[in-house]
């Protein structure tokens, strides 16, 4: 499973921009780089606002454990959407509350690569490295999702890329593999049972100008047209010929995307309805962040299924798609997975 740094919220507490992660570089496989720190050049003052308000959450909260200072950030009862949260301060406070608390720093250490805020919702995606599952000499990138929706300067509502915890997992001490692996603390951390708190229904944030309505349409041309009805066809007329795929279980190229999903797609006349629809599309900019409703199976029990947010995220620009996140990496999992 992977936990985004909030998951928190605790993240995603995966929901996306600012110079580069202080990390080893995985030049093992140069067709998946590093994310260049990014943000959108959309956002109005009081959106910045936003990013910085959930900056100094995860800054003070989450990454210097003053669980004190959680009040100043979230609603007392905030919703929350990780599979291993509870909703509501006081649970957050008391899930957190297990780690003594840190100075805290003057910036945020690890931050996002890429940020943004929309109307009441702010995106973080952050980056992370991991060990190649079958060559541990070698290192590669991925990334995980968190989104929050905001209201008077507070957090109201979060989602974020993680799945359900395994029961009774060990105890992991974080601080040996670093902050930016906070994931993998939470995954011992968090061993609380899935609450199966409400989905929101499908919402469109940021669509309200023609220039963010033709992005997002390009952005649909790659999920919807290409993936949902099969035409890869259409990857080199809405793909940049330099195409960036942040998914490290994808070759990292235009020809690759189209030479990997080519021989599994079955062509069907496209329509305007999603055949998997979004449930929270958010556009920014050059940004369209897509969150989707995802069944997975329970790792507490294989036979029933919980819902979990799953994330895609594309930079559009001179009409075309340049670059592509969501939450995949290479761990090997078992159940949930």
């Known amino acids: 499973m992977k936990l985004s740094k909030f998951s928190l919220i605790a993240g995603a507490l995966t929901l996306a921009a600012f110079a580069a992660i202080p990390l080893p570089a995985a030049d093992d496989d140069p067709t998946h780089p590093a994310t260049k720190v990014q943000t959108s050049d959309a956002m109005t003052g009081a959106e910045k606002k936003e990013v910085r308000t959930a900056e100094d959450f995860w800054r003070e909260v989450i ?9 100043k950030y979230l609603t007392a009862d905030f919703a929350e959407h990780n599979p ?61 999702f968190d989104v929050l929706k905001m209201q008077n300067g507070k957090i109201v509502e979060h989602w974020d890329s993680d799945y359900k915890n395994p029961p009774q997992a060990g105890k992991y001490d974080h601080e040996t593999k670093g902050d930016d692996n906070m994931k993998r603390f939470w995954i011992a951390l968090i061993a609380m049972s899935f609450i199966g708190v409400t989905m929101i229904a499908q919402v469109s944030i940021g669509t309200d100008s023609a220039k963010d309505k033709e992005t997002l349409e390009i952005a649909k041309k790659e999920f919807k047209d290409l993936l949902q009805y099969g035409h890869i066809e259409m990857a080199s007329q809405w793909m940049a010929p330099t195409y960036i795929q942040h998914n490290p279980n994808v070759p990292g190229s235009r020809d690759g995307f189209i030479e990997n999903f080519g021989p599994r797609m079955h062509p069907e006349p496209i329509k305007e309805e999603w055949k998997r629809p979004p449930t929270l599309v958010i556009v920014s900019g050059p940004y369209v962040l ?43 999992h078992g159940p949930g997975r």
Do not use: C
């Open 63 to 71: 990454q210097a454990h003053h669980v004190d200072l959680a009040k």
């Open 84 to 144: 291993n949260m509870e909703s509501g301060l006081v649970n957050f406070q008391k899930a957190m509350g297990t780690q003594p608390p840190k100075a805290i720093a003057k910036t945020l250490d690890p931050a996002p690569v890429v940020s943004f805020a929309r109307g009441d919702y702010v995106v973080l995606v952050w980056q992370h490295q991991d060990k190649e599952p079958k060559d541990p000499s070698k290192m590669y990138y991925w990334n995980s």
């Open 290 to 332: 897509l969150m989707t409703d995802q069944k997975a199976k329970d790792p507490a029990d294989p036979n029933k299924q919980y819902t979990r947010d799953h994330f895609d995220m594309v930079r559009v620009g001179d009409g075309k798609i340049q670059e592509h996140w969501d939450e995949a990496d290479k761990i090997p």
